[in-house]
């Protein structure tokens, strides 16, 4: 019996796994994000993952620096050129909010590619606030897609 059960454990986990790794293309692209504002010290990067049905791609942000308990949200955008091409570039998409606690934040952008991505410049900011003069303090910035080089 316990047997059994044991067999059918690992039967469903492996399965799980499948289906996960099913639900991708085996190409990832990961991409430094790096700090921006040294009062706040993030780091981070940026994971951009392909559904295998070709509906779009996820967009994973991951920082690392000081987490809290607290119930806190830094926006996150997809902006057009490089970084350094300056602050006034427009926004691509507008990407979830990280969440302080995780220091994580998921984003599914419908209709994209990975293709896509590696045709134009593009960069990630992730600010302190939604508004205010906290909006223009970044805690983190990397370049994505052709601006990043291969």
Do not use: W
Not at 39 to 48: C, R
Not at 98 to 104: N, T, W, Y
């Amino acid at each position: 019996m316990k047997l059994g059960i044991l067999v059918l454990l690992i039967f469903t986990f492996s399965s799980c796994d499948d289906l996960t790794d099913s639900l991708y293309e085996d190409r990832v692209l990961t991409y430094d994000l790096q700090t921006v504002s040294t009062a706040y010290g993030y780091t981070g990067e940026a994971i951009f993952k392909e559904f295998s049905n070709g509906s779009g791609i996820e967009v994973t942000i991951q920082l690392y620096g000081d987490a809290s308990e607290d119930e806190y949200y830094f926006p996150a955008h997809l902006h057009y050129g490089a970084y350094e091409a300056g602050t006034d570039a427009g926004m691509a998409d507008m990407l979830s909010s990280v969440d302080i606690r995780s220091l994580r934040s998921v984003t599914v952008l419908e209709g994209h590619s990975l293709s896509d991505l590696m045709e134009d410049d593009f960069h990630i900011k992730v600010h302190l606030a939604t508004s205010g003069p906290e909006y223009d303090v970044i805690l983190v910035a990397g370049n994505v897609g052709k601006a990043a080089g291969s």
